[in-house]
């Protein structure tokens, strides 16, 4: 027999969509704040500004793919896709990477071409366009941090932050240009900053793909999961064992118990002081178990292998 455990979604959509109204604030802001720095980044000769500009573009991108896809999120499961759309956030997430490492790479080359050829731009335009564009990036970034367990938009926050972190960087270049009339520390303060920015994103993708992978999530030890398990005396093994995301924070797990021959009642019993402790201290909320009185059939078990023996009761 089996049984299935979950969670009540209704307190997480409500957090989706305040932070999904702040991300529409992030949109609009962000687009028209580009608009500005490429006009104000072409007229003084900035690489930092153009850089910046092409950045927030980016950032229009990315912020409307983690808008969209809280907004899936919200979306029932149906009879062909059972798990809801937990996923979009992951493909949002994924997106976000992949561009933001393809706009740092951009601004890498840009910066080495700059170094080649130097050369001194407008510095008082660089810092008040770039001045605004911190503390704008600033505080649309600071908004969404409550919903920062959530892959996607930790992604968001990431871009904005880093976004933010650039327009200091052009003010700083500024502020040198304006009282010292050096201009590589433009192109220089530019790869600094993309070094910074390319760790973050790496991390983004790593993660994304580790959820698209089935891999178990990011500080979840299976082995701790099984020895956990097996401290309930009704539990004499397990077997089937898996745990993986639905989204970053959604964690899900499978598996069979061979437990002493129990009536119903007490299986269901059983499955709830299992549930809720494999809740309360591996913050897996999506259960599915499956009580077994007798051993699967070894061409039919499909164990984690070297894993369980590790702590099985039977090579104890």
């Given at each position: 027999?089996?049984?299935?455990?979950?969670?009540?979604?209704?307190?997480?959509?409500?957090?989706?969509?305040?932070?999904?109204?702040?991300?529409?604030?992030?949109?609009?802001?962000?687009?028209?704040?580009?608009?500005?720095?490429?006009?104000?980044?072409?007229?003084?000769?900035?690489?930092?500004?153009?850089?910046?500009?092409?950045?927030?573009?980016?950032?229009?991108?990315?912020?409307?793919?983690?808008?969209?896809?809280?907004?899936q999120v919200e979306r029932p499961?149906?009879?062909?896709?059972?798990?809801?759309?937990?996923?979009?956030?992951?493909?949002?997430?994924?997106?976000?990477?992949?561009?933001?490492?393809?706009?740092?790479?951009?601004?890498?080359?840009?910066a080495i071409q700059r170094l080649?050829?130097?050369?001194?731009?407008?510095?008082?335009?660089?810092?008040?366009?770039?001045?605004?564009?911190?503390?704008?990036?600033?505080?649309?970034?600071l908004s969404l941090k409550r919903?920062?367990?959530?892959?996607?938009?930790?992604?968001?926050?990431?871009?904005?932050?880093?976004?933010?972190?650039?327009?200091?960087?052009?003010?700083?270049?500024?502020?040198?240009?304006?009282?010292?009339?050096?201009?590589?520390?433009?192109?220089?303060?530019?790869?600094?900053?993309?070094?910074?920015?390319?760790?973050?994103?790496?991390?983004?993708?790593?993660?994304?793909?580790?959820?698209?992978?089935?891999?178990?999530?990011?500080?979840?030890?299976?082995?701790?999961?099984?020895?956990?398990?097996?401290?309930?005396?009704?539990?004499?093994?397990?077997?089937?064992?898996?745990?993986?995301?639905?989204?970053?924070?959604?964690?899900?797990?499978?598996?069979?118990?061979?437990?002493?021959?129990?009536?119903?009642?007490?299986?269901?019993?059983?499955?709830?002081?299992?549930?809720?402790?494999?809740?309360?201290?591996?913050?897996?909320?999506?259960?599915?178990?499956?009580?077994?009185?007798?051993?699967?059939?070894?061409?039919?078990?499909?164990?984690?292998?070297?894993?369980?023996?590790?702590?099985?009761?039977?090579?104890?």
């Amino acid at each position: 027999m089996s049984w299935g455990r979950g969670v009540n979604p209704g307190s997480r959509q409500d957090s989706g969509r305040c932070v999904a109204r702040r991300l529409k604030i992030g949109i609009v802001l962000n687009l028209l704040f580009a608009f500005i720095e490429l006009i104000a980044g072409l007229a003084a000769g900035s690489l930092g500004l153009l850089g910046d500009a092409w950045h927030n573009f980016g950032d229009v991108i990315g912020l409307g793919i983690s808008w969209v896809a809280l907004r899936q999120v919200e979306r029932p499961a149906t009879g062909r896709k059972t798990f809801g759309y937990h996923r979009a956030t992951i493909l949002a997430a994924l997106g976000n990477g992949v561009a933001l490492i393809g706009i740092t790479l951009w601004l890498f080359y840009e910066a080495i071409q700059r170094l080649r050829q130097p050369e001194l731009p407008e510095a008082s335009v660089m810092l008040a366009v770039a001045g605004i564009g911190f503390l704008m990036n600033l505080a649309v970034a600071l908004s969404l941090k409550r919903g920062i367990r959530d892959i996607n938009i930790r992604s968001a926050h990431l871009h904005l932050m880093s976004d933010a972190f650039v327009s200091l960087g052009v003010v700083a270049a500024g502020a040198i240009i304006l009282f010292t009339g050096w201009g590589p520390v433009d192109p220089l303060l530019s790869l600094v900053i993309g070094l910074l920015i390319l760790v973050g994103a790496w991390d983004i993708v790593a993660e994304a793909l580790n959820v698209l992978m089935e891999g178990v999530p990011r500080g979840v030890d299976v082995k701790r999961i099984l020895h956990a398990v097996h401290s309930f005396p009704e539990v004499r093994d397990t077997h089937d064992l898996h745990v993986w995301s639905l989204s970053s924070h959604v964690y899900a797990l499978s598996c069979h118990l061979q437990v002493d021959d129990l009536p119903v009642s007490e299986g269901n019993q059983l499955l709830d002081r299992i549930s809720q402790m494999l809740k309360e201290r591996f913050g897996i909320a999506h259960t599915t178990i499956q009580l077994e009185a007798d051993a699967c059939p070894p061409q039919e078990a499909c164990a984690l292998s070297a894993l369980e023996e590790a702590v099985s009761p039977r090579n104890r």
